[in-house]
């Protein structure tokens, strides 16, 4: 999809309060709000903007352990199965195929060091998995909403 200065401007706008109405984004890139509200639905239809949410401090809702797990699938299990029960697994909040040493890497969120560990129990046992290496989060310095590649362009 082709985007011009001012679908970048309403994205820019919309990554950064997802909650700006209409209105306020017609104020800032000179369009009508019904201008406005076309644009967001074709960049909508386009499956470039694929939903609204809100940002909630983990830490705040009990979930103060982040951990990065690397996962190592079993030789000759259907990885679409593993992935399967990966993602049945709430702890998991990413789960991506990676190039490497590992199959899988999983970020996952629970509320202490035991859970942890139990997490980590299930995730052996999970059918198809051969072998895991977890780096558990001391501080996270940084997470910011996507990089829009065409930032600052005219």
Not at 139 to 147: D, K
């Amino acid at each position: 999809m082709d985007f011009d200065a001012v679908d970048r401007a309403i994205l820019e706008i919309l990554r950064t309060d997802g909650r700006a109405t209409h209105a306020q984004i017609a104020k800032q890139v000179g369009l009508s709000a019904p201008a406005v509200g076309e644009r967001i639905r074709k960049l909508e239809h386009a499956g470039v903007i694929l939903g609204y949410r809100a940002v909630i401090d983990p830490g705040k809702v009990g979930l103060g352990i982040s951990a990065f797990v690397a996962i190592s699938p079993q030789p000759r299990k259907p990885a679409a199965l593993l992935v399967e029960r990966l993602l049945a697994m709430p702890e998991v909040e990413e789960l991506h195929a990676v190039a490497g040493t590992y199959a899988y890497v999983a970020k996952v969120r629970v509320t202490d060091t035991p859970a942890l560990d139990a997490f980590l129990d299930r995730l052996f046992m999970l059918d198809g998995v051969e072998r895991t290496e977890t780096t558990m989060v001391l501080r996270t310095n940084a997470e910011r909403p996507l990089h829009l590649p065409f930032e600052g362009a005219a």
